[in-house]
Every structure is written in C-alpha cells, then in structure tokens.
C-alpha cells in the first residue's frame, strides 16, 4: 500500500529546506559575535550559499572523510544518549553501520552525516534517541539488550538502521572481525526480543525490500509481530510518515528516493505472533 499523496508528492523538495538548516547549524555554528539584523542576514545568506556549494561539489569520498565523520559521529551520538530518560517517551534506537565504499559516501560521506542529524532531529518530537555506530549485528543486538537494561521502564519503539545493502545482505557483518556479512542466511530468530512487541523497524539500506525472500521480509519473519520497512529500489532520501493517536505517536509509511514529483513508499512487512 502506497502512503498518501500529502506525504509522497513533492516530499524531497519539501524536507530539503529542513535538512538545509540541520546542516547548517552544524556547518557554521553561533558564535555569538556581536551584529546588526542587515549583517546577520547577510552572514547567514554567504553561508548557505557555501554550504550548498559544498553540497553539490564537495571533496571527494574517501578514508580520511569517512574517518572524520566516524569520529565525529561517536561524539555526537554520545551527547545525543546522554538526554535518555529526560523525558517519558518511548526510543528510537538509531543504528549507522560505518562501512563505505571509495567514491560512493551514501553512509559516511559529509551530506550524510547532516542528514543523520535531520533525521535524529525529526525523531525527536515523538521519540528519545539512542544512537550508536553498529560495527556488527552482534554489536546492534548488544546496544538494544543494554538499552532495555538500563531503561527497563521505557519501550524501544522504533529501531532505525542505516547501511549500504541489496536484496539479500547488508554492509555489516555478523560479529567484530567476521568477514560474513549479515544477510537472510545468517538473521537468527527474535534477535529484536529486546524492543516492543509492536516495534517498527526501519531500514534505510539501498533494496533491501526487493523481489520475494528479500534481507526485509527475512528481518520480519524472524521477528513475528514487528513491523519492517525497507525500499524495494535505491534509497537516496527517506521520510517516516508518523500518526499520533491517544498520545502515542506510530510510524505508518516511509517515503524515499530521489523523486522530485513522487516518492516511492518503502515495502512493508509483518508476521503475526503465534
């Protein structure tokens, strides 16, 4: 089922004013330097107009920028935990698995990590964020059994994972030091044991909801009475489509792609618990 036009159409252009101002409180942070109204409209101006230039012909993907945003992920993502339990609502854990290819920079590269941060940042309305690099499934599963350990009255809603994927496998493997990558053939049953019954797991991996016996559908069917949305095509961009009813805020849809008109909606699939 496709989410409704008024999530859908024009999604990408819509979002990208958002994720302009993400990335550029983290570009050009406040200084507090003393300025008129003309000088600070002026500042704010010159930097977007770098920022978008960096954006669109920035320096190319490689070691040293995956290893800086790896650093610089691991201290924003720890001042980001230490806000857990400041409020009553449920968490999101959000998982980057920090593996990218020479040239590509779809999970470490500079755009990516403002994008993180947009993400996280809409999550935040509904939900406490716990995010974490996942050098490993073994890893994910250890921070989310940790989680309920430590926050045993707080419910994991959502769990959000990020990686190069395809059909069968993400860029991630089963355990630190394993060369195995983590796929259909190595999912183990119930490993989500630690979030809600009725989580709602979403994948932002390139295809990974593709054609029958997907990485997705395996996810769900070894996890009965989760809910998992994964895209069936490329990723490039993607948008939870959130209800709030009673006061509980569910994730329904996730619109994605670079669709300027509009956006595919993510696959979504369920196993009913026994």
């Known amino acids: 089922m496709s989410a409704p036009l008024s ?19 983290l570009r050009f942070p406040e200084t507090g330097a003393r300025e008129n109204f003309i000088q600070k409209i002026v500042r704010i101006v010159k930097e977007y107009f770098t920022l978008i230039g960096e954006l669109l012909g920035g320096p190319w993907p490689g070691k040293d920028m995956f290893e800086k945003n790896i650093a610089k992920l691991e201290t924003d993502f720890e001042k980001i935990r230490g806000e857990l339990g400041k409020s009553d609502k449920p968490i999101c854990a959000y998982f980057v698995a920090p593996y990218d290819e020479e040239g590509n920079g779809a999970i470490l590269g500079d755009r990516v990590y403002y994008y993180y941060h947009y993400k996280i940042k809409n999550f935040q309305k509904d939900f406490e ?8 499934a073994e890893d994910m599963f250890k921070h989310l059994r940790e989680l309920k350990e430590a926050y045993p009255g707080k419910e994991i809603q959502v769990v959000n994972y990020t990686s190069h994927g395809d059909p069968s496998t993400v860029l991630m493997p089963v355990s630190p030091g394993d060369e195995t990558a983590y796929g259909t053939n190595t999912i183990k049953p119930n490993e989500f044991k630690d979030c809600a019954e009725d989580a709602t797991i979403l994948v932002d991996a390139c295809s990974t909801g593709r054609g029958k016996n997907s990485f997705a559908e395996a996810w769900a069917r ?19 489509v959130i209800s709030r009813a009673s006061g509980k805020a569910k994730i329904d849809y996730l619109v994605h792609g670079f669709a300027i008109f509009n956006a595919p909606t993510a696959r ?3 196993y009913a618990k026994v």
């Not at 809910?227 to 939870?240: C, D, I, Q, R």
């Open 7 to 25: 999530a859908s159409v024009l999604m990408l252009p819509r979002e990208i004013p958002s994720y302009l101002r993400t990335a550029r409180s």
């Open 222 to 240: 070894n996890n009965p009475g989760k809910t998992v949305l994964a895209p069936g095509k490329s990723l490039f961009f993607s948008k939870p």
């Open 268 to 270: 979504k699939f369920h």
């Open 129 to 136: 964020i716990a995010p974490f690099l996942a050098h490993s």
